[in-house]
């Protein structure tokens, strides 16, 4: 015995087994402790003082590094002036040093629901670096000017110090511009700060609709704890405009950096997304004819195709299934200094500026602009010029570490949330057909789990691997992807994430009444659901 994690009827043991299954390192160097626990206030010289700019967060309920702040103003010419202000992570963290070693091993921080694995320590990501309300904190900022369409005109890198007026949530700003409740401190920087910063962020949107990105609508779950550490609900994350304002944010900004450093003339780690293959085109081709959805061959793919065909199946009841297979369609971002492009945004050129707190691919970019604009001393060193490959690969394969743990520990997280409603019934869907059964996604929690196909007692059943689906040689019946079903749930085990569930009329001697089926349906290859990131 290694080490106890503790039982897993605990929620607390559920995220040690991910970190401990994927050797995420969790404990932080000595000489790293050090370092961090020695930092101090940044002073002022040779920065801008922007201190007097009513700068804001908007960031997570939960959140607790605050990597980003965003103003924004009118510009003379009708269109509008954006600062994006980022945490001067380059500061604290220098080229080399035990800091420096420990995120590139770590590479991002990985997110669970009851705690964080970050990639920098605490006195860092929580303090000197986060950009808390009214202290002032080093950043590194991107000046952008945009036109009132959205088009970029010209932008402006600098250190400066700021000095946050607002640590504001998603919701609290999405409330006040609704005309929520009085008391919520929001409502107070409405016309000052708001009003400007969604002003703007209407441009953008123009810019986004004319350039066709990718239009996903796939809610994530998210695990709610009570305040004893036990799991009170799973239920999809919401997502509102203001989300959406500080996502287009950090792309024009993200978009500036990468234009900046290439300008420069220096090596940039690029935010690639290629073309979906060919193989993964033509199985979603299967799965979408029978309903009418057609997605061209032998055209120059872009994201607007995907997106009409998203657009035409909203009325559909598959539309769920369809954005999910869709997203299974795409290939998989990653770091690299070669640059492909980023398929799924639209956008020729792309890089990570605006999280250098939680993702060393960002540091890398600070660096590079420091060097390039001549702002330090401390910017990107001729060693890791030369790595910048091997650099690339390395922190591509810790996010998807990251993404495959994060994943795993929902999972059980929801299979320990579940483990006492063994036997209850649930609505669901069926996302994935197999040699060995369906697999079906709970309506109420989003949740995976399989319908072996040894449970199908009423039938024997055959499976077709070009359709997608299940039917019985005696009745005929046919169990396809996007099917309806009533599910009874058999089995939720914590420590591997696991649910089976039988159909919910399995031991009837006709077919079963749990589901609708729709015959002659094709699908993708089932393979398990992942979030996307850009």
């Not at 991002?108 to 990639?119: E, K, L």
């Not at 999809?236 to 500036?256: K, T």
């Not at 009409?308 to 297979?325: D, S, T, V, Y």
């Not at 810790?398 to 997280?413: D, G, P, S, V, W």
């Amino acid at each position: 015995i290694v080490e106890r994690l503790g039982s897993m009827a605990d929620p607390r043991s559920v995220s040690l087994v991910a970190i401990h299954s994927y050797d995420i390192p969790d404990l932080f160097p000595d000489e790293a402790l050090t370092l961090a626990e020695a930092a101090q206030a940044a002073p002022l010289e040779r920065r801008r003082d922007l201190r007097e700019v009513p700068l804001i967060t908007i960031d997570g309920a939960d959140a607790r590094d605050f990597d980003d702040a965003v103003w924004a103003e009118a510009s003379e010419s009708g269109g509008w002036h954006i600062i994006v202000a980022i945490a001067d992570v380059a500061w604290y963290v220098r080229p080399g040093d035990a800091l420096d070693r420990e995120a590139f091993n770590r590479g991002n921080s990985v997110y669970f629901p009851d705690r964080v694995v970050p990639m920098l320590p605490e006195a860092l990501s929580n303090g000197w670096c986060s950009l808390k309300p009214n202290e002032d904190r080093p950043c590194l900022v991107a000046h952008l000017w945009i036109d009132a369409a959205g088009n970029a005109e010209r932008h402006h890198f600098e250190r400066a110090l700021m000095r946050s007026v607002a640590r504001l949530t998603y919701d609290q700003v999405q409330q006040a511009i609704e005309q929520g409740p009085e008391d919520n401190p929001a409502t107070a920087l409405i016309e000052p700060v708001l009003k400007p910063l969604y002003g703007a962020w209407s441009a953008l949107v123009k810019a986004r609709q004319r350039r066709g990105v990718l239009e996903l609508d796939l809610p994530e779950r998210q695990v709610v704890l009570g305040a004893d550490g036990k799991i009170a609900q799973i239920l999809p994350r919401q997502r509102h405009d203001s989300h959406r304002l500080i996502e287009d944010f950090m792309i024009a900004a993200n978009v500036a950096a990468a234009e900046q450093i290439e300008a420069l003339g220096l090596p940039c780690m690029y935010r690639v997304h290629d073309l979906p293959s060919q193989e993964k085109l033509e199985s979603l081709r299967l799965f979408l004819a029978p309903l009418g959805l057609n997605l061209a061959k032998g055209q120059v793919l872009r994201p607007a195709a995907f997106n009409q065909i998203l657009e035409q199946a909203r009325a559909l009841p598959e539309i769920h299934l369809i954005n999910e297979l869709v997203l299974r369609s795409q290939a998989q971002a990653a770091y690299a200094p070669d640059n492909i492009g980023h398929f799924g945004l639209g956008l020729a050129r792309y890089a990570h500026f605006t999280s250098p707190i939680r993702r060393y691919s960002d540091l890398l970019v600070h660096r590079a602009l420091i060097s390039g604009l001549k702002l330090g001393s401390d910017g990107l060193p001729e060693d890791a010029i030369e790595r910048f490959a091997d650099i690339g690969t390395h922190i591509s394969a810790t996010e998807r570490r990251a993404a495959a743990a994060e994943r795993e520990a929902l999972n059980r997280f929801t299979a320990l949330f579940l483990a006492d409603r063994v036997g209850a019934i649930f609505p669901g869907r069926i996302n994935g057909v197999t040699r060995f059964g369906l697999f079906v996604t709970l309506d109420e929690t989003g949740a995976d789990g399989l319908v072996p196909l040894s449970s199908l007692p009423f039938d024997s059943f055959v499976f077709d691997g070009t359709k997608h689906n299940l039917t019985g040689r005696r009745t005929g019946l046919t169990l396809s992807l996007g099917d309806e079903v009533a599910v009874k749930l058999a089995e939720a085990n914590p420590l591997t994430g696991g649910l089976v569930f039988n159909l919910a009329d399995q031991g009837m001697k006709r077919p079963p009444q749990g589901f609708r089926s729709r015959n002659k349906r094709s699908g993708g290859k089932r393979q398990a659901p992942a979030r996307k990131r850009n």
